[in-house]
């Protein structure tokens, strides 16, 4: 598998926001991934995966990797474009 495009959408106008940017990867130039979101917490930057609210108020991701390795290398693909579009 290879993440073949990574596209970031600035949010945070405000340097106090948790939520920074969202983003959509492409995978293998044939399936998309939309609404993963880049949120500063305690301990720095981190991925959200799209999620869903269940009716007893818990969080689901509708989305998500497999195993660790896959999840590395989907955050490191989104934080590196982060950093890059927060950069200019």
Do not use: W
Not at 67 to 81: G, H, P, V
């Amino acid at each position: 598998m290879k993440i073949t495009d990574v596209r970031v959408r600035m949010v945070a106008k405000e340097p106090e926001s948790k939520l920074k940017a969202v983003a959509s990867i492409t995978i293998d130039d044939c399936f998309v991934v939309h609404d993963i979101k880049v949120i500063n917490g305690r301990e720095g930057l981190f991925i959200q995966m799209p999620n869903r609210k269940t009716p007893d108020g818990q969080y689901k991701d509708t989305v998500h990797a497999i195993n660790n390795e896959t999840r590395e290398m989907i955050k490191e693909a989104i934080l590196t474009a982060y950093n890059n579009a927060d950069a200019e």
